[in-house]
Each structure stands twice: as structure tokens, then as C-alpha cells.
């Protein structure tokens, strides 16, 4: 009994020297990386998707077709007309003025003016597949992956898509 004591006793004080604190991990600084309510929740609906094209401009999207846009960095959000009312799950602009969206019932939106209006069109596929997430390597080509373990790819800036 006593060597079990004995025992625990020096283990337990490997652990507390083991999980002392590092010398060379820093504090958190309290003036970066602080988190701060700019728009509460709104009642109905979901944002699904978020992007920042630069520092001042970035684009949420969400259910019903909503999409919101910021030009100062987030500190403020106004409401664009999408023309869907469909369910938007993924952003993505190339430049303040050339983005997409992706979203539910085939659909996918471009626009060429920082989202003021939004071309639709609906992929040759499954018409009951979601957009889930896309990304782009420049202004052309870009990629959009659905439920249904889809992937589209663009050469043209998203005029056309064809299946990978």
C-alpha cells in the first residue's frame, strides 16, 4: 500500500513538471484577434457561406437566396438582391467585382459588377444536387463540388461547366 502511494506520488509529480507551462509560448495579445458582434442573428434562416476578396470586401451567403455585403472590412453588412430564393452555401469573388455563388436545385450565380445583379445558370446534371463548396485559382478556372460527390469544373470564368 505505502509503495503504491509512494508511487502515485512521483507520478503524479512527473505530470505536473511535465505539463508545466512552456517558457517560450506567448500570451494572447488582448488588441489582435478579438471577436465583435457587428450584425445580430436574424430570426429565420442560416448563413452558409463567407468571403473576403480583400480586406474591405466580403460577401455572406444564405438561405432564401440572401446575400450579404460588406465594403468596410464587416463592420457593416447591407442585404443584395441575389434574384433566387433558393439556399446559398458557397461564395467566392476572384475580385470585388467578379464572384460566384453556389446553392441548392443546380444552382449556380456569377456576377460581374460586386453582386448589383446575378446571371443563374443550372449545370447539365442532377437538378436536385447542391453546391457545396468552390474555389478558384484565378478569374477562369475554378472548381464547385455538390452532395452528390460532384465536381464541375470552369476554363471561362464560369460560363461553362463541365463535370471532373
Not at 506567448?26 to 463567407?50: D, I, M
Amino acid at each position: 500500500m505505502r509503495s503504491n502511494i509512494l508511487g502515485l506520488t512521483v507520478l503524479l509529480m512527473i505530470l505536473i513538471i511535465g505539463c508545466k507551462k512552456a517558457d517560450n509560448v506567448t500570451e494572447p495579445n488582448s488588441t489582435q484577434g478579438e471577436w465583435k458582434l457587428v450584425r445580430e442573428a436574424q430570426s429565420t434562416g442560416y448563413f452558409n457561406g463567407l468571403c473576403f476578396a480583400d480586406q474591405s470586401s466580403g460577401w455572406a451567403v444564405g438561405d432564401s437566396g440572401r446575400i450579404l455585403h460588406t465594403n468596410d472590412g464587416g463592420n457593416s453588412w447591407y442585404d443584395q438582391e441575389s434574384g433566387t430564393t433558393v439556399s446559398l452555401k458557397c461564395v467566392y469573388f476572384a475580385k470585388t467585382q467578379k464572384g460566384w455563388v453556389g446553392g441548392a436545385n443546380d444552382s449556380i450565380g456569377m456576377t460581374t459588377n460586386g453582386g448589383v445583379t446575378w446571371i443563374w445558370q443550372h449545370p447539365a446534371g442532377e437538378s436536385r444536387r447542391t453546391f457545396m463548396a468552390m474555389s478558384f485559382i484565378d478569374e477562369h478556372r475554378g472548381w464547385v463540388v455538390d452532395n452528390y460527390s460532384g465536381i464541375l469544373h470552369t476554363e471561362d470564368g464560369g460560363v461553362t461547366w463541365t463535370p471532373q
